[in-house]
């Protein structure tokens, strides 16, 4: 029952995700002036702006409540049934306290008319929600891997070990990790670049200004082209890893994780080309704000189900 909670959980802070950028992408973001309320009360006529800004504020209400249901399960799980209970349960904890600083954050906001500071912190918090909820759903699968420890289908194996036999276990835990650190970076680089309105600050693709590197003399144009050059960092970091995992693992999860990093990675480049190529058409920009949550999602369940190496099986 937790389970499922958590992976309606995580599912839903993704639509969530996409419902914000949409907002944003479709200028609804004042379109309630006030907070909790839109224009005085909880039921606004739902057309226009309103329609975009209010869903996304009753997604966002229907989230605490689903991510509180799934804690009380895992609370009412028998601990001789969920290894990791007592761990599960501080993280959801941590979870429904994130959650009450982001609604914070939302109405801040408003209040406040969109400040670009408030605004990013916002994303980010949300980025490290749905982190956390990709490791509580994955630790509560029952088959997180060890390096030399249980293979996939809970036979004695070699998840994250070498498929050479040399033992170098936890590379897809290393590769997911800085899968998982530059892509949330970037994810912080591109909600600056969307709250400062520097999407179209270099209108051409795929050079910037007619260069391939631009006159870096505007804080608009350093920022986007910061966001284009941690984009290929991106997607070196992640192709690599990825290539890692497939060719030094054994295990046919974290093979299947690795595939999607690389064809997602790949495919978030385009769609940052699309963006700018449509003058940030909202099709183009909220799939790019989705496809990065996406991705920040498969490389911690990567990390997260490669657990390391055990002790009795480390290298003296």
């Not at 992408?25 to 009360?41: M, N, Q």
């Amino acid at each position: 029952m937790a389970r499922a909670l958590l992976m309606a959980v995580l599912i839903w802070t993704l639509a969530l995700l996409l419902l914000g950028s949409i907002v944003h992408a479709t200028g609804s973001s004042l379109a309630c002036p006030d907070w909790p309320t839109c224009f005085g009360t909880m039921m606004p006529e739902m057309k226009g702006g309103v329609f975009w800004e209010h869903l996304h504020r009753l997604w966002a209400g229907a989230l605490v409540l689903l991510f509180a249901a799934a804690v009380i399960a895992l609370r009412l799980t028998p601990a001789t049934t969920l290894p990791g209970r007592t761990a599960l349960l501080r993280m959801g904890y941590l979870g429904l306290g994130l959650l009450i600083v982001q609604s914070v954050l939302g109405g801040l906001t408003v209040i406040y008319r969109l400040p670009d500071a408030i605004s990013t912190s916002h994303l980010a918090l949300a980025f490290l929600f749905l982190g956390l909820v990709t490791v509580m759903l994955v630790r509560t699968g029952g088959n997180v891997g060890t390096a030399g420890g249980e293979t996939d289908d809970g036979g004695a194996g070699a998840v994250g070990a070498d498929r050479d036999g040399t033992g170098d276990g936890g590379v897809a835990r290393r590769a997911g990790l800085w899968a998982a650190t530059v892509i949330f970076a970037q994810s912080i680089v591109g909600a600056l670049v969307r709250h400062t309105d520097a999407g179209m600050a270099c209108p051409d693709v795929p050079l910037c200004l007619g260069r391939v590197v631009p006159p870096l003399v505007h804080p608009m144009v350093q920022l986007h082209f910061l966001h284009r050059v941690l984009g290929l960092a991106v997607a070196i970091v992640v192709l690599r890893g990825s290539w890692l995992v497939f060719t030094r693992t054994a295990d046919a999860v974290q093979r299947r994780l690795a595939a999607g990093l690389a064809a997602g990675v790949v495919a978030q480049v385009l769609l940052g080309f699309l963006s700018v190529a449509f003058r940030l058409e909202p099709p183009y920009v909220s799939s790019h704000t989705l496809l990065a949550a996406i991705l920040l999602t498969l490389a911690v369940a990567m990390t997260t189900r490669d657990r390391g190496p055990a002790p009795t099986t480390a290298a003296p």
